[in-house]
């Protein structure tokens, strides 16, 4: 069974920032894409960034496009989001997953992840 483990989120302020990690310590690595996403309760689960199996391309959601950045070491299978000026609207639970995909590819879909962690709460405060 391939686990999936986020860790990073807490409480934090308007404007400030916070590191997610997913490690994936199961997983052959750069065979999958990876990606983060976000729910919060009553809502779809949303796309916020992803990266390729080939480590090439990385994509992310308008709403987040200039202050999150998504990165990986592969030597500790291992994947980043990086969040920098926070909004209260960011506030959800973040989920990493992965995507078996050779093709140095990703499908910005939850419906095409094959493995999913079970999530870390980011609160932002006003």
């Known amino acids: 069974q391939v686990k999936l483990v986020e860790s990073g989120g807490g409480l934090v302020q308007a404007g400030g920032s916070l590191r997610l990690s997913c490690a994936a310590p199961?997983?052959?690595?750069?065979?999958?894409?990876m990606g983060w996403f976000r729910q919060v309760p009553g809502k779809d689960r949303e796309f916020v960034a992803a990266i390729s199996s080939g480590r090439t391309n990385t994509y992310y959601a308008d709403s987040v496009k200039g202050r999150f950045t998504i990165s990986e070491d592969v030597a500790k299978s291992t994947v980043y989001l990086q969040m920098n000026s926070l909004k209260p609207e960011d506030t959800a639970v973040y989920y990493c997953a992965a995507e078996y995909n050779l093709r140095d590819a990703v499908t910005l879909s939850p419906d095409a992840m094959d493995f999913w962690g079970k999530g870390t709460l980011v609160t932002v405060s006003s």
């Open positions: 199961d997983l052959a690595f750069t065979s999958y894409g």
